[in-house]
Every structure is written in structure tokens, then in C-alpha cells.
């Protein structure tokens, strides 16, 4: 069993930027890729980063692209986001998901995830 911890949300202006967290506990935690999904008010949820378990591959929205990072500490089991240039259209609740294991590539459909957070609510005020 994995749990997962967001943490980082707040309200924040635009161009101002923000950086979330996402501890880990369980087993497995460096052979996961982990991503980052959000879900504004009325819209589904969609992929904004994901990175492999190396660390070495990551793969982005073009929404975010440039504006967000996404990296992760494997001798913490913690994944971070770090936003900047944050927009209004940014506002949403941001949730940390871990694949199943095994998943051969970086998989951007929110099925793939077996593990998930509660989330983070970022809001950015124009």
C-alpha cells in the first residue's frame, strides 16, 4: 500500500510562484514514474507532469510546459512541482499520483495511476 501527502497549495496572485510536495510512503517508491494531475471547478482532470523513476525522462502539458517543473527526491520518496508564472487558468486542485508498476513509459490517461492523493488547492488571483 502507497499513501500520498500533497502539500504547498495556497492563494497566490498571477506571475507569482509556488512549489508543491508530494511525500511518499510505501514500498517502491524510485521504481514509479509519478505524476501531477489537477481538476479546476466543473472540468475534469487532467495530466499536468509526470516524471519516471530515474528522474531522467519527464513529460509535461503544453499548458504548463515552461512554466512548471516537475523533480522528485527518491531518498525522501517525496516528488515536487514547482510553478511559476502562475496564471488564474492554474487555479485547481493539484493531485500526486503514482502508476502502477511496471508501467513501461510515462502514461498521461489518469487510469494508469494506482495510487493517489487527497490534494492541494492552488488558487491564483489575477
Known amino acids: 500500500q502507497v499513501q500520498l501527502v500533497e502539500s504547498g497549495g495556497g492563494l497566490v496572485q498571477a506571475g507569482d510562484s509556488l512549489r508543491l510536495s508530494c511525500a511518499a510512503s510505501g514500498r517502491a517508491f524510485s521504481s514509479r514514474t509519478m505524476a501531477w494531475f489537477r481538476q479546476a471547478p466543473g472540468k475534469e482532470r487532467e495530466f499536468v507532469a509526470a516524471i519516471r523513476g530515474s528522474g531522467r525522462n519527464t513529460d509535461y502539458a503544453d499548458s504548463v510546459k515552461g512554466r512548471f517543473t516537475i523533480s522528485r527526491d527518491n531518498a525522501k520518496n517525496t516528488v515536487y512541482l514547482q510553478m511559476n508564472s502562475l496564471k488564474p487558468e492554474d487555479t485547481a486542485v493539484y493531485y500526486c499520483?503514482?502508476?502502477?508498476?511496471?508501467?513501461?513509459?510515462?502514461?498521461?490517461?489518469?487510469?494508469?495511476?494506482?495510487?493517489w492523493g487527497q490534494g492541494t488547492q492552488v488558487t491564483v488571483s489575477s
Open positions: 499520483a503514482g502508476d502502477y508498476l511496471g508501467t513501461p513509459q510515462i502514461m498521461r490517461a489518469a487510469r494508469n495511476y494506482e495510487y
